[in-house]
């Protein structure tokens, strides 16, 4: 079998097992007292984990001259879409029980759950548009311009975080720091491809 083969073989269940973890500890019964929480919780950390996995695949390729990696960058944006999709499904139907009312009310009291929203849906077309087809039909300049929404996914992503928690700031910082550094490196590239390209007249 090729390697390209197995690497995505070896990529693809690493980035399935949490779900795999969450899903046999739920036919265990074995969900924490408050397993709604636990569900939100879980899948929320990894919708975030998965995002600044997609956007760290391109500067690692460049840094670590491995230009291979690119090919796993759409099946790890696809499962932080897969994840924010387990997300938004446990609160929308386990917590809020499709009750539109308290739904809305979720809107207003809080402000978190709309920056999650924003998050959420800021990954809706990059999902669907993630095939070769959409590529081909886009164009690559505009579909590039389009996927650059997922910034604004992660930066989203991290207000969100950082909104809902009480006291302990690390972890929304934590992400919050690599956000901001993998969105330098990419202005930082940008700005110096930009100079070093010669002039078009
Ligand atoms: C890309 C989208 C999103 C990301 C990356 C994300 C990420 C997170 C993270 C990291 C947490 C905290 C986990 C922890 O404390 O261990 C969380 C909690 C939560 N998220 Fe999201 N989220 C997203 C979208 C949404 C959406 C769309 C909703 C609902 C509309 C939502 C509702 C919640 C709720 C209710 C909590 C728990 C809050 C609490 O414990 O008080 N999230 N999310």
Not at 64 to 82: D, E, K, N, S, T
Request: overall charge positive; some cysteine.
């Amino acid at each position: 079998m090729p390697r390209r083969r197995w690497a995505k073989l070896v990529v693809f269940p690493l980035c399935l097992s949490p779900a795999c973890w969450l899903a046999w500890r739920a036919w265990n019964s074995n969900l924490t007292p408050n397993p709604i929480e636990y569900i939100t919780h879980f899948t929320g950390d990894w919708t975030i984990r998965m995002i600044v996995a997609t956007l760290a695949v391109t500067p690692l390729r460049r840094i670590l001259h491995l230009p291979g990696l690119i090919r796993f960058r759409r099946m790890i944006g696809l499962f932080a879409f897969f994840y924010g999709c387990l997300h938004f499904a446990t609160w929308f139907g386990l917590d809020k029980f499709f009750d539109m009312h308290e739904i809305l009310g979720d809107f207003v009291k809080r402000r978190f759950i709309i920056a999650g929203l924003v998050a959420f849906l800021g990954m809706l077309p990059l999902a669907i548009t993630s095939t070769a087809g959409w590529v081909r039909r886009m164009g690559g300049r505009r579909w590039q311009a389009l996927h650059r929404l997922i910034y604004l996914s992660a930066a989203s992503a991290v207000v969100h975080y950082y909104w809902l928690v009480k006291s302990d700031i690390r972890l929304p910082a934590l992400y919050g720091s690599l956000v901001g550094l993998l969105l330098l490196y990419r202005l930082v590239w940008w700005l110096w491809n930009r100079r070093a390209a010669p002039a078009v007249p």
